[in-house]
């Protein structure tokens, strides 16, 4: 994201201007348009700003709630070459913290007030055909978000967060996903419908068009993953990218997203099915490969979560990751979930 700056120039004697007044207008309309998608989908984007340790403010450019980094350790990455002049620097961090439940931490922004540890000895409700049956649909609401070729310490203003080029975006991780599941028995469709280009503004409303269509064309569809990647930004300019070492090698952190209807008014009313899946992935995840995971987001949020019961949302690493390292993420995501959902084989 980038802001540019301007200079007022001084305002004339006679009156107010007729374009202030259609600029005024066309404001007017934009708040309204975003506040009546974010209404029906819960789904309002945040520029939220926090203050992690350090003093530092992060500005989270894609996430819908802003997160504190109550735990942040460095880990030093070797560059295949000397950061050049210019560009912002990229952090390279650890992301836990929040409440602890078992393995692994929650960030609940919710005001449920649920006993997650309790939520947790609840299975999904689920049963899981290992025949390739379709059981498993993987989506990108925002298709085009991609990765960086490689580290250097830096990102710049020319390199890619978007691209069409699915060996290289969300798709590519879906891909690796989708991979991992199929090798287990579990059938996948993998849709790479484009929702968020050339217009990015109701992707949502767009992937839920998706969504419709994949399950009435395949009813045995029990689970919908929506792939994602973040983005992290401090009011510095300072860029910071999850990672973490398993096996030797580094993979982006992973973000399950899962989210809760407050008062009824998103459609949502059997959210307490997704969060159980959700806590059952990230404690799995954890168990196999350690910190892979950053805290699972529960908040009031719907993201299209109510296609079935077992409907999530997740983020893989963030705009300055490598390639290399979300694909590996998505491998490893891919088989915990499948340990996950081949307990409840039928």
């Known amino acids: 994201m980038r802001f540019v700056g301007f200079r007022r120039r001084p305002r004339r004697k006679g009156g107010v201007r007729p374009w202030l007044v259609w600029a005024s207008l066309l404001l007017v309309c934009v708040i309204i348009s975003s506040a009546v998608q974010g209404s ?10 926090v203050n992690p340790p350090g003093n530092r403010q992060i500005t989270y ?7 504190s980094k109550s735990d942040v350790s460095s880990n030093e990455t070797e560059s295949s070459e000397a950061p050049a002049e210019g560009g912002n620097p990229v952090e390279e961090v650890l992301l836990d913290g929040g409440e602890q439940i078992g393995n692994f931490f929650v960030r609940d922004t919710t005001d449920a007030g649920l006993d997650l540890a309790q939520e947790l000895q609840v299975d999904p409700d689920i049963s899981i055909l290992t025949d390739g049956t379709p059981m498993v649909l993987i989506y990108h609401t ?8 490689a580290f250097t310490g830096r990102v710049y203003d020319t ?40 217009v990015y503004t109701g992707a949502y409303d767009r992937s839920w068009e998706t969504i419709k269509k994949n399950l009435e064309q395949y009813p045995s569809i029990v689970m919908t993953l929506d792939i994602h990647r973040d983005a992290m930004i401090a009011e510095d300019g300072t860029a910071y990218k ?7 090698r580094k993979a982006s952190q992973v973000m399950i997203i899962t989210g809760r209807d407050p008062d009824g008014s998103y459609g949502f009313p059997d959210w307490q099915d997704n969060l159980h899946m959700a806590l059952k992935v990230q404690e799995q995840a954890t168990e196999k490969y350690g910190s892979l995971m950053r805290p699972l987001d529960f908040c009031d949020r719907r993201y299209n979560m109510n296609a079935t019961h077992n409907s999530l949302l997740v983020e893989f690493g963030t705009h ?20 996950v959902l ?3 084989a039928a």
């Open 242 to 248: 999850p990672t973490v070492e398993i096996n030797g």
């Open 342 to 344: 081949l307990r409840y």
């Open 40 to 49: 029906l989908h819960g789904i309002l984007p945040s520029g939220d700003i």
């Open 61 to 67: 450019l894609e996430s819908d709630a802003p997160y």
């Open 142 to 149: 925002h298709t085009t978000e991609c990765f960086l070729p």
């Open 320 to 339: 300055v990751n490598t390639l290399s390292e979300v694909l590996y993420a998505g491998s490893l995501f891919g088989d915990a979930l499948a340990d």
């Open 159 to 198: 390199d890619p967060s978007r691209t069409l080029d699915e060996s290289q975006s969300v798709v590519a991780v879906g891909e690796k996903v989708a991979e991992a599941l199929r090798a287990r028995g579990i059938g996948v469709i993998h849709d790479k419908t484009v929702h968020d280009d050339p």
